[in-house]
């Protein structure tokens, strides 16, 4: 039973946090929301950081998910800045990391992200060396990127994934020289495969990206305290003024695990573990967004999904089940991207060794395409490339689970609706 007296705290700023709190004032909840993060700015979105705002298209004040006054207007408590370092789950209270205070709360809701990893080579503390994840990232990145493009500078990138490529991608449209570094054999390798990892691979070339594969970085080179060069595993050295560590994230769950909630394995993705309704192995506390490994009955395993859609329709569907409502959280995972002129938008899950069959629909080399991961005629996920009002068919086969005619997915005449 929840009533007006309670309280529900919000661990982590981000999105999912930001609209959490905005659908328990829009459920009807009147009791104490208190929303904590530990970042100065407002809650934000983050594709923008490395698309639209790191690009100079979009203002800095279009990534925030409420206007400031919104959350005062709507009761919302607002500490910015502000870290927790503590859960105590007997007292049911959260402490403040910087004076102490205590906060009690009826019911948690951790949803306190994710974080760069980072490389654990000599030089990552030269002043060139960046990583992207949070606003200030974004801006700092972005100055750097101008700077790059005016001098003819060099930006290598270790990590060839989702961020690495769009950093690419901007970094070339400043103008900058590009050196990606990347240990597996082709981009998004670990996503995609060996089958369409190739086409992100020439897209950057065309634009004057310089890959090497199957190489890692081992050390970055500097100069009163300034980046020179770096160095490969291969023995090869190249030239770079700046470097983006852009090699995946990490869970936050450190607070989580600390207050003896359980965790999952690093097959899993290593987050909290939660339930179909997202709540963890306490009762009173909830997890969503990127901290959070869901289960997922279409795939048969838990999934820690690190996507903007994640945390924008995670955050909802925890709040309403911290009401008491009966909201099961299966939405197939999703996620975008926006590189030159290619647009793309992926729906699904299929890791290595998860599927038999990519089934493509379309002219991959023109870069116009859909492709479909199957196993036994079964879809397990589809990526529009340039196709566009794709996305809600694939949904529906992918949910399905019903096998379909191979051959009749690969015909762009027939068409995504009569298979579903």
């Not at 408590?77 to 402490?95: F, I, P, Y």
């Amino acid at each position: 039973m929840v009533d007006a007296d309670q309280t529900f705290v919000i661990v982590g700023g981000g999105l999912a946090g930001a609209k959490a709190a905005e659908t328990l004032r829009a459920e009807g909840f009147s009791g104490r929301v208190i929303l904590i993060c530990d970042e100065r700015d407002h809650p934000y979105e983050r594709p923008p950081l490395s698309k639209g705002y790191l690009l100079g298209k979009e203002e800095r004040d279009s990534v925030f998910v409420h206007e400031p006054a919104w959350y005062a207007r709507n009761d919302v408590e607002l500490h910015l800045g502000q870290t927790v370092d503590r859960v105590d789950r007997a007292a049911k209270t959260v402490r403040f990391g910087d004076d102490g205070t205590l906060v009690r709360y009826d019911r948690l809701l951790l949803a306190t992200g994710a974080e760069p990893r980072r490389l654990d080579i000599p030089g990552t503390d030269l002043a060139g060396v960046h990583h992207l994840r949070r606003l200030a990232h974004a801006e700092r990145l972005k100055g750097v990127l101008g700077a790059l493009g005016r001098d003819n500078g060099h930006l290598v990138i270790a990590g060839a994934g989702w961020i690495g490529l769009e950093v690419a991608a901007a970094a070339r449209t400043y103008g900058a020289e590009v050196t990606v570094i990347e240990q597996g054999p082709t981009p998004l390798h670990g996503v995609l495969g060996p089958e369409l990892g190739d086409v992100f691979a020439e897209l950057h070339r065309e634009h004057g990206v310089r890959f090497h594969f199957g190489v890692r970085l081992t050390e970055i080179i500097g100069q009163d305290g300034m980046v020179l060069a770096v160095r490969t595993d291969d023995g090869e050295e190249h030239p770079a003024h700046d470097v983006l560590a852009a090699i995946g994230a990490a869970p936050r769950a450190g607070l989580a695990e600390a207050a003896g909630l359980e965790i999952a394995d690093r097959a899993h993705g290593g987050g909290v573990v939660v339930d179909a309704r997202l709540r963890t192995s306490d009762p009173d506390i909830y997890a969503a967004g990127d901290v959070a490994s869901v289960p997922h009955a279409l795939f048969d395993t838990s999934l820690r999904v690190e996507h903007w859609a994640n945390a924008l329709n995670g955050g909802p569907a925890a709040a309403r089940s911290m009401l008491g409502q009966d909201a099961v959280y299966d939405r197939v995972p999703y996620f975008f991207t926006d590189q030159y002129d290619l647009g793309m938008e992926y729906s699904g899950w299929a890791a290595p060794g998860s599927y038999d069959q990519v089934v493509i629909r379309g002219d991959a080399g023109k870069r116009e395409f859909i492709a479909f991961w199957a196993k036994e005629g079964r879809v397990l996920a589809g990526m529009n490339v340039n196709v566009w009002d794709v996305t809600e068919p694939i949904q529906r086969l992918i949910r399905s689970g019903a096998p379909v005619d191979l051959d009749a997915l690969a015909d762009p005449h027939v068409a995504l609706d009569s298979l579903a």
